[in-house]
């Protein structure tokens, strides 16, 4: 997940099943979280399977508070990703 796209891929192993990629809604949090959410969905759909997720995006989560914080996607500084 970075400023300028969300790619997702369905990895069975080390076989990529599937590979999509939109465009990351801008300074929209929401948007964001829906544009992953879509993504999963149309993995799973695709590869008919059931997916464990995990999110690489850019900055941290913060030890104390477990809030988004230094990602240069400002939309996610202080949200709760998880």
Do not use: F, H, Q
């Amino acid at each position: 997940m970075g400023g300028t796209k969300i790619e997702a891929a369905a990895l069975e192993g080390s076989t990529i099943r599937g590979r999509r990629r939109v465009a990351t809604p801008r300074d929209d949090y929401e948007g964001t979280l829906r544009a992953v959410a879509e993504l999963v969905r149309g993995l799973e759909d695709e590869c008919g399977l059931a997916a464990s997720v995990g999110v690489g995006m850019p900055g941290a989560l913060s030890p104390a508070s477990g809030l988004v914080m230094n990602s240069n996607s400002v939309c996610l500084n202080g949200r709760a990703l998880a």
